[in-house]
Each structure stands twice: as C-alpha cells, then as structure tokens.
C-alpha cells in the first residue's frame, strides 16, 4: 500500500481523535465493552461454557438461540425508540440499567441459583446491551466528519471488542483471586456493573441533543435537538409495527443500504454452522481425551480470531481507499470462500487456526464497510431502526445458520460436506453482493444514496 495512502489514513486518525464529543463517545463505548467482557466471561466461567455446554450440535445451537435471538428480536422495537428518544440520554439511562440487572444476576450466582432467575437476569442484561450498541453506531456520525466514517468505524467497534477482551482476562483473574467459587463469580459481575456505571457518567458529559435525532422538520443548525414529544408507553409501543414497516419500505428503496444487509445477514448464515463446528471438533474431534487440552486449543483459536478481527480495523481504511467498500466486501467474502474450502476439508487444528484468523476479518472488514454504507446511506430519522435490522439480521441469521447445520452435522463436528456448503455459500453471496451494490461505486462514494448530517461539519468544528 502506497506510503502516500497509509499517510492520509493515519491523518484521518488523528482527525477524528481531535473530536472532543467523538472522544467522549468512544470512552463510553471502551468502558462499557470493558464491562461486557467481565460479565460475559463471568457467566460463562459460571455456567454456560463448562464441560457440559456443547456436548452435540442440538444443545450448542440451542445455546446459541438463548444468547442470541431474544434480544436480536426485540432489536426493531428498540430502533424505533432510537429515533424518537435522546441518544445520550439512552446511552446514560441503559448502561445503569444494565449495572441493576448485572446486580441481579451477581445476587442470583451468590445464592448459587442456575435456574429460571439467572437466565432471565442474563438475558436482560444482554437486552438492553444491544441497545446501547446500536445506539452508539446510530449517534456516530453526529460526531465524526462523513468522510472520517470508515475510519471511526474501523477503530469504534474494533477497539471496542479488544477492550471487551481484556475484560474478559480480568473476569478470569478475578474468579482465580476468589477462589472460583460462587460468590467469586458475583464478585466479578459486579465489577462489570461498575464499568456500567461509570459509561454512564461518562456519556452524561455530552449535551442532551448532541447525538440527535435530527427529524426532517427541523433545521441542523448545530443547536441542540429538542426532545421528541412523548406519548404514554402503550402509545409508543402501539406505534412500533407501522414505524418498523415504514423503515422496511424506506430502506428496501435504497440498493445500497439493503444489499448490505443482506452481506451481513449472508455472512453470519453461513458463519453460525463454522462457529459451531469448531467447538463440537476442538471438544469431540481434535482433543477428545482431554477437556481441559481442548479449551486451551481451543483459545488460541480465539486469540488469532482476535487477531484477525483487530487486522479488519488496520487494513479496511487502506482498501477502501483503493476500491469501493462494496468491492471489498465482495473481496474478503470471496477469500472467506477459498480459505473455507482448502483448509477446512484438511480438518487439521493448524488449519483451523488460520481459517479462524481469516473469518474473524472478513467479519469485521464486513462490519465496518456495511455499517458506513448504512451511515451515509440512511436518512438520520431512519437510522435507529435500520440499525436495529442490521443487529437482527447478524444475530438471527448467525442463530439460524447453526440451527440449520444441526440437521447434518455430526456430534464430532467432521463434516467435510458441510464444509463444502458454507464455501459454497460465501462465494454466492459475494456474487449476489456484488451483483445487487458493487457496481459503479467509488472507493469515496456512498453505496447506495440516502441521507447525510447535514450539520456534519458545523459538529465537527465545535468538537
């Protein structure tokens, strides 16, 4: 990559780290994430990744539909409340939400509670998490220049996931300083709920109006939004299906923003069945005499994913300023293709290791390419709710991708023709992809027209 090029991508770097509100935004999103990675690791250190969570494909995809589909559902409902609420107030009131609710999860593995009360509380906390999350990437473009998105968007999320984690390696420092036990467990979800805490007081810095939303009426003179008049809740509620059916036919008008979607819907389809394989091989194939071998293999497995994931954040600005993000996204799907089925049928660890690596990015340089695409291309008032079908898109799909895969494959997870299916499938959504936004783009184009902040610059300046 040309020196030239690297140059102006670091410059855009420190562009958007001038912002002071983006700076604020951005601690919001660490500590937080910092906070899901103690409470993530916790939980599973408690109870859902022990030696009995995935002992065949039918329990590991049930697992998956727990932790994922409840809250991917009520993902839309949610994207209509973006829209109509304050941003920095949801960013504020959520995250101290989500500390009662981490509370109450700590109090529940106290008591030594693996029941009904747990799960609940569990999800709940997962719930109003991914609120927050797509709040986050809805309010972004309110403090980042349009032509610095791809750039907040590749260091926002991927730095996000590595501060998540680091809390998850304090989560298990924790529990090992405790004694493992169950009250240690309660002890480090709490201190998960503290980084809650203190995300809060952090986005409570911004102004109220700072992250909008900006509603077509009103005139983006950098001024605080004033807040959206409220009915009563069942008002609010009553008025979500017609919300989300506008903001279906809204965004199914814009080529761009709805072939992204369907990449990532595409993408997490077909990674869901991977995901599961390589714990059922790493458990039941590769290590089988041994749980404990397999977990530590089976880590540096996630570590080289992370790997990956972090190498999406360095090399998506580079390309994107080579090539449209439409054709890189069709690019690392096709690579996923040709890495899936070379390696994948050797079932060999190392090869696994690499393809990890491999997926990890194309997730993440997926991510960020599709989430600028629905930045640029999607009106402010319609946002929160495209927003909310790209969460239940990547989950749901992820969900039912593994559930799918249950059908034929082994409890060993060797299944050289599942292998050759999900290679398959990458090549065809990149196909698809490319056929449906990868033409006529250029690398600094919006794939797919649609709404601006207009007040992008004045923001800027006063940040």
């Not at 473009?141 to 590595?162: F, K, M, R, W």
Request: hydrophobic share 50%; with cysteine.
């Amino acid at each position: 990559m040309a020196n030239g090029s690297k140059s102006a991508v670091w410059a855009d770097l420190r562009g958007v780290l001038a912002g002071r509100d983006f700076r604020r935004l951005f601690a919001t999103r660490l500590v937080s994430q910092a906070g899901d990675g103690i409470v993530t690791a916790g939980v599973g250190t408690y109870v859902f990744f022990n030696a009995t969570t995935f002992p065949s494909p039918g329990a590991g995809a049930a697992a998956f539909a727990v932790l994922y589909l409840p809250y991917s559902l009520i993902g839309p409902f949610a994207g209509v409340l973006i829209d109509r609420w304050s941003r920095r107030q949801i960013l504020v009131r959520s995250a101290l939400l989500r500390s009662v609710f981490v509370a109450l999860t700590a109090a529940a593995m106290a008591l030594g509670n693996r029941g009904a009360l747990l799960y609940v509380a569990v999800l709940l906390v997962l719930g109003v998490n991914r609120f927050f999350l797509s709040s986050l990437s809805v309010a972004l473009p309110h403090v980042v220049a349009e032509d610095q998105l791809v750039v907040a968007n590749a260091i926002s999320p991927t730095i996000g996931g590595i501060s998540a984690t680091i809390g998850g390696v304090v989560a298990l420092g924790l529990n090992v300083a405790t004694g493992n036990t169950e009250r240690g467990a309660a002890v480090t979800l709490l201190a998960g709920g503290a980084c809650y805490v203190t995300a809060s007081l952090i986005a409570a810095t911004m102004a109220r109006g700072r992250l909008g939303p900006i509603r077509p009426d009103e005139s983006p003179d950098g001024q605080p939004d004033a807040p959206p008049s409220r009915r009563p809740l069942p008002g609010e509620f009553a008025s979500v299906a017609a919300g989300l059916a506008d903001g279906a036919r809204y965004v199914i008008r814009r080529r761009g923003p709805a072939a992204a979607l369907g990449a990532t819907g595409g993408f997490s389809l077909l990674f869901g069945p991977l995901f599961l394989m390589s714990v059922l091989l790493y458990r039941n194939y590769f290590y089988r005499s041994s749980v404990s071998v397999a977990e530590g293999h089976f880590g540096l497995l996630v570590g080289l994913a992370g790997v990956g994931y972090a190498c999406a954040a360095l090399l998506t600005p580079l390309a994107t300023r080579r090539m449209a993000k439409p054709a890189w996204i069709t690019l690392l799907l096709i690579a996923s293709s040709v890495v899936t089925l070379a390696l994948g049928e050797t079932f060999l660890p190392a090869a696994y290791l690499a393809i990890g690596f491999c997926l990890y990015l194309t997730r993440q340089g997926v991510a960020i390419c599709a989430v600028t695409v629905l930045q640029e291309g999607v009106d402010d008032a319609y946002r929160g709710r495209v927003f909310a079908f790209y969460d239940m898109m990547f989950n749901a799909a992820y969900v039912a991708g593994a559930a799918l895969s249950v059908a034929i494959m082994p409890a060993n997870g060797h299944s050289p023709l599942l292998i050759a299916l999900v290679a398959a499938g990458f090549a065809v959504v990149a196909a698809a992809y490319w056929l449906a936004a990868g033409r006529g783009q250029s690398p600094s184009g919006s794939a797919g027209g649609g709404g601006t902040i207009p007040s992008a610059a004045a923001q800027r300046s006063s940040s």
